[in-house]
């Protein structure tokens, strides 16, 4: 295929707009998958995923089409994008690998925050949009209003708008003939080296990293020494080939083309999103013009690379001390297949032997953490969330930084010390009903407002810069609940500022507690201190004798809360019952168990490590 019939485009959306499902549909109505293998959402392939309705790893599908126009056929290259801000920089690779982006608005919704956050990603990649209102099916579609939306806020050209349902088939040729007609074919090859980008990789145990890219300049094929340009691994390619959505080799792939390539690649370090590939001949010819002493790389390398941060921390420990092996060998193989968490041993005395791990934000965390679960068999101890400080002391050539993703190992405050904080940018929007609820969350959360912006008569965008602690804790189950469930999020990370932070420690029955110890805000440490401790009072349960949980700056107790003791023998009330519930009661209670950890010679439950991101 010449590359005037090649179109590589992405789906993005706001989460459950029907991403997912149109894709589905795109595949099925070309007859690359056929009816009967179809699974609904083929392309969120992890369980995970589908429960949870999220599209975590970019796949991608190559699907052959004939226009109703000129009658030829074309190659259209979907490309998926993962639909969560903790994954941006893949999403934005992903755009850049693309000429076009449908752009799925749900009719019976409008514009939505993640909506606004694809759309400013695909214009930076200079995309053309094509929008599509789906579901109306909906009898509460509207999509004339919801047109309107679109054409005043993000001043798209809607005239050639597509109404779609994904779900009963409605538009789909006209989204197919859109696709042709509308994103521009790949430039021509400009005869120069060839140059790939990679926007996503995955990891087989037989055939090591497969690296899906879009080639931008020249061509590989089987047998090529490859080189990535930003880890410098070098490897020989030892298949190259498309997604239709199963990967099948080909022969070659050329400029404007979608693939795959693996090259018995160990390590998805070398092969980075956003890494660029070339040709390792070309490269040495390149080397050899340029001066011995420049610093320039001989082939330029694609732009916008990037090593994504890890944002949040926690501790994982095994429930079970036996455990600690297995769930090192299951982080190991997660690592493979996702170079965006990074790991390493933490022993604490209360915990015992576990991980401290760097998620890029809580969900990923969270997915992290229920596949270790679920597909490794563990049962896991999760500490609190906590975002990276920095604690800067001394003055001019004696200034030290010190990087804290521990909270526990925060220093006591000294006078010539300096704690800095990560700041995101938060984006919100909201009907305008709920403009004032969302400002007061704002505010509550040290927030900074910035903007407050009437994108048409009823809704608003609010924006706010917010220390991520903040952010982290239960922003957004507060930011729905204060909202109906109508206020979408998105945030991304602007700097580290300064912050009056103090450690605030937590003593279990007059054992210190690092595990539960956070770093908070001086005019907040009082109402958090009460706050959890009385909220660990009612997560921890009742021992034979009394309990007493503080919190505390340094030396002084700040809030304090006793449980009291148990009265009475849990089998007690079963006094003279039957035998099957005595034994219910005994299971249940060993069930209970499981996520507990002993701290000193009180059992801590899973529940209680997280209260602190959970007080009300
Ligand atoms: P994604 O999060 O953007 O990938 O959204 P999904 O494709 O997973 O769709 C979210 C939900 O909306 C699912 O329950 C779909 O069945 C439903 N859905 C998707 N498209 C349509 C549509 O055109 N009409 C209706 N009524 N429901 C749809
Ligand atoms: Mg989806």
Known sequence: FS???????????HIDHGKSTLADRL???????ASRDMTNQLLDNMDLERERGITIKLQAARVLYRSREDNEMYVLNLIDTPGHVDFSYEVSRSLAACEGALLVVDASQGIEAQTLANVYLALENSLEIIPILNKIDLPAADPDRVTEEIKDTIGLDCSNIVRASAKSGIGIDDILESIVKYVPPPKPDTGGPFRALIFDSLYDPYRGVIVFMRVMDGAVKRGDPIRFLNSRAEHDVVEVGIMNPNQVPVDCLRAGEVGYLCASIRDVLDARVG??????????????????????EPITPLPGYQVAVPMVF?????????QYENLRDALGKMRL???AITYEPETSGAMGFGFRCGFLGLLHMDVVRERLEREYDLDLIVTAPTVVYKVEKGEGEKKTVEIVDTPSKMPEIMRDMKVFEPYVKVEILTPSEYNGQVIELGQERRGILIDIKYLTPTRSTIVYEIPLA?????????????TKGYASMEYQLIEYRPGNLVRLDVKINYEDAPPLATIVHVDAAQTVGRRLVESLKELIPRQMFKVPIQACIGVKVIASAVISPMMKDVLAKCYGGDISRK??????????????KLMGKVNVPQEAFMAVIKLD
Do not use: H, W
């Open 275 to 296: 890494d660029t590939i070339v040709l390792s001949s070309e490269y040495k010819a390149a080397a050899k013009l340029l001066d011995p002493d420049s610093k320039e």
């Open 337 to 339: 297949n996702d170079a």
């Open 27 to 33: 595949l099925e109505s070309t007859a690359t998958v």
């Open 583 to 596: 034994k219910k009661l005994l299971k249940k209670q060993a069930k209970g168990k499981k996520r507990m």
């Open 3 to 13: 590359s005037s019939r090649i179109r590589n485009f992405s789906i993005i959306a």
């Open 314 to 322: 926690c501790g994982i420990f095994p429930v079970d001390a036996d």
């Open 470 to 482: 903040e952010v982290i804790t239960d922003f957004f189950d507060q930011l729905k609940s204060r």
